[in-house]
């Protein structure tokens, strides 16, 4: 089996609910997103047509693409409105300790990027 993963340390003391912050982690970028508290990573590449979705607009779970209009939930990925298909790549997001971040007074997550695919 080919998996590992690749974990990012975060510092999101300045992502304010509704926000949004890229990073970079295993040749990937990844936006993560502060939904009402909760922190959720998804690929920063909307699906229609491979635009970055940091610049679209994030209003609670859903996120719009700014070129033709595609929503993302990332709570999950799931596509809301076309005219996007496939859904988005999500990845795992905990405290520094591994625990649920909500639940955190840290001001730090971290982001897990499994690398490869299991065979
Ligand atoms: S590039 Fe995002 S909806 Fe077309």
Redo the contacts with the bound molecule.
């Keep these: 089996m080919l998996d590992a993963a690749e974990d990012r340390i975060v510092d999101v003391s300045d992502l304010e609910p509704g926000g949004m912050q890229v990073v970079e982690a295993a040749g990937l970028k990844i936006l993560i997103c502060n939904v009402e508290g909760r922190y959720y990573a998804v690929e920063d590449l909307?699906t229609?047509?491979a635009?970055p979705l940091s610049t679209g607009h994030l209003e609670g779970c859903v996120l719009e693409?700014p070129?033709?209009?595609?929503r993302f939930d990332v709570t999950d990925g799931s596509v809301v409105r076309r005219?996007?298909l496939r859904p988005l790549s999500t990845f795992s997001v905990s405290d520094e300790t591994g625990s649920d971040p909500s639940n955190s007074e840290g001001s730090k997550v971290r982001i897990r990027v499994h690398l490869g695919v299991p065979v």
């Design positions: 909307c229609h047509a635009f693409c070129v033709h209009g595609a005219p996007a």
